[in-house]
């Protein structure tokens, strides 16, 4: 389980840098300077959960058993997609009405660091 995690936060740090890439070249001329900045959150808090699923990889190589880890990575994958999706699809479509889903993914990324800090405070190893 632990490659799963490790391989999805590297697939999506590459998936940042061109998304990134793509706000800073692609749609600046394209996009309001709010959509930008909305696009730009999402690389932003999509990079740093990216990151976050590498660590739960890493962690999970030291407590294989932990199952709160593993929940703690389907929770940054979620918010992910409903948090940054959510910001990605409103700035390139402009269609607000999906903008209700972009909380329930910064639940899911509070609820996985939380879930995270668990794993490994109630998994200590001698």
């Not at 309001?32 to 900045?37: A, C």
């Not at 696009?39 to 190589?61: D, T």
């Not at 409103?90 to 800090?117: E, R």
Request: charged letters at 10%; aromatic letters at 12%; glycine letters at 12%.
């Amino acid at each position: 389980m632990s490659r799963i995690f490790l391989a999805l936060g590297a697939l999506n740090a590459f998936l940042c840098v061109a998304l990134g890439a793509l706000g800073a070249h692609g749609l600046k001329p394209i996009l309001t300077p709010d959509m930008l900045t909305n696009f730009q959150v999402g690389v932003q808090y999509h990079f740093y959960h990216s990151i976050g699923l590498i660590l739960v990889g890493l962690a999970l190589e030291r407590f294989p058993q932990a199952r709160a880890l593993k929940f703690s990575g389907i929770l940054m994958i979620t918010g992910i997609l409903l948090f940054s999706g959510t910001l990605y699809v409103v700035s390139l479509t402009g269609w607000k009405g999906l903008s209700m889903t972009a909380p329930l993914g910064g639940m899911s990324y509070m609820s996985a660091w939380l879930l995270f800090a668990y794993a490994v405070w109630r998994n200590k190893q001698a």
